[in-house]
């Protein structure tokens, strides 16, 4: 359990533009870390969505490494790299979702039984945590490129927390129209957006008891609540940042 007794999301919707060959832990990531309470976190790292591409596992390693964490991580592909994935992910402080194909990552997920064993971790009190991709899947849906280059909505998430997710909102020309059509005509649910540089952190005590804020690495990324207008369009409303985490 966290320190603080809750249950914490951190959904970020990108990372801000970071100096070519940093070895800086994203200040969002390092939220997440924070939020375990833990002074050492145990973090597990899920690149299921990139296809487990070592090159992210050896990066993520080597940064929180730096930041004083206990990195580990659960790779799927050709197999399990460990022979009880559930106590893996059920002993860590934090897990963190790397980006790519969410629909790939959730097909996968559920063949090995990983959406009941998040959701365990997460009612245990575990961080969850990641970005887009990493950051749609706790949701009921979303914006995704994972059927191709055109982006196409998404409606098999986890569903921890309800409503729709998109990514990368005002940063991604397609992202913003997109999400309020099918916000608009039903395909998704309400929902939040974030910008690159921002996340939407989820907390409460259980479960069905979450409150909403948004915490940004940068001073002009901000969340937005969309939601249908009652007329056929959507409304968007900008979310206030309750935190600009230092760089």
């Not at 390092?30 to 145990?42: I, Y």
Request: glycine share 12%; aromatic share 6%; with cysteine.
């Amino acid at each position: 359990m966290a320190a603080d007794g809750q249950r914490h999301v951190l959904a970020i919707g990108g990372f801000a533009p970071r100096p070519p060959g940093s070895r800086e832990l994203p200040p969002l990531i390092r939220h997440a870390l924070d939020l375990s309470g833990a002074k050492v976190p145990r973090v597990c790292v899920l690149n299921t969505a990139m296809g487990d591409e070592p090159a992210a596992f050896v990066r993520m390693y080597e940064r929180l490494t730096l930041c004083g964490a206990r990195p580990s991580h659960l790779q799927l592909f050709p197999m399990p790299n460990v022979a009880d994935p559930a106590d893996l992910l059920r002993s860590q402080d934090v897990i963190f979702v790397g980006g790519g194909s969410v629909a790939n990552m959730l097909a996968v997920w559920r063949v090995h039984g990983l959406d009941q064993v998040l959701r365990q971790a997460w009612e245990a009190g575990v961080v969850l945590a990641g970005v887009s991709a990493g950051a749609i899947c706790w949701f009921t849906g979303g914006t995704t490129d994972s059927f191709g280059v055109e982006l196409r909505p998404f409606t098999a998430g986890l569903g921890f927390l309800a409503g729709s997710y998109c990514p990368h909102y005002s940063d991604e020309p397609a992202r913003r129209p997109l999400y309020q059509a099918l916000v608009a005509d039903g395909t998704l649910e309400p929902g939040i957006a974030c910008d690159d540089g921002a996340a939407a952190h989820f907390a409460g005590p259980d479960p069905g008891g979450t409150v909403l804020s948004i915490v940004a690495e940068r001073p002009d990324a901000t969340g937005h609540a969309v939601r249908p207008d009652g007329s056929g369009g959507s409304f968007e409303e900008p979310l206030p940042v309750s935190q600009i985490l230092a760089g």
